[in-house]
Nanobody, 113 residues
Framework: QVQLVESGGALVQAGGSLRLSCAASGNIFRVSAMGWYRQAPGHERELVAR???????NYADSVKGRFTISRDNAKNTVYLQMNSLKPEDTAVYYC???????WGQGTQVTVSS
């Protein structure tokens, strides 16, 4: 079965950067879109960024220009590069493989003022 393994969450100061990684097992990664979502306490889970199997990307307005989603099909890994982090970016970030309705375990990102 496909599994998603996330890493990279941390405590970081405002204005700093983090790079989240999500490694997928199995052979479905290459043909699947991937997404990053986040959920803050008291808020619903929201789409942060997505990338298709061909590399087309979409971003939430709140992160546009600051975050970059990318994928390395050779490594079965999707990344979320987060720059110019703001306290409002604080959330648990989840990797998503929509084709299989599969979610990662979540990784905590905390941005201090």
């Amino acid at each position: 079965q496909v599994q998603l393994v996330e890493s990279g969450g941390a405590l970081v100061q405002a204005g700093g950067s983090l790079r989240l990684s999500c490694a997928a097992s199995g052979n479905i990664f290459r043909v699947s879109a991937m997404g990053w979502y986040r959920q803050a306490p008291g808020h619903e889970r929201e789409l942060v960024a997505r990338i298709t199997n061909t590399g087309m990307t979409n971003y939430a307005d709140s992160v546009k220009g600051r975050f970059t989603i990318s994928r390395d099909n050779a490594k079965n890994t999707v990344y979320l590069q987060m720059n110019s982090l703001k306290p409002e970016d604080t959330a648990v970030y989840y990797c998503n493989l929509p084709l299989m309705s599969l979610w990662g375990q979540g990784t905590q990102v905390t941005v201090s003022s």
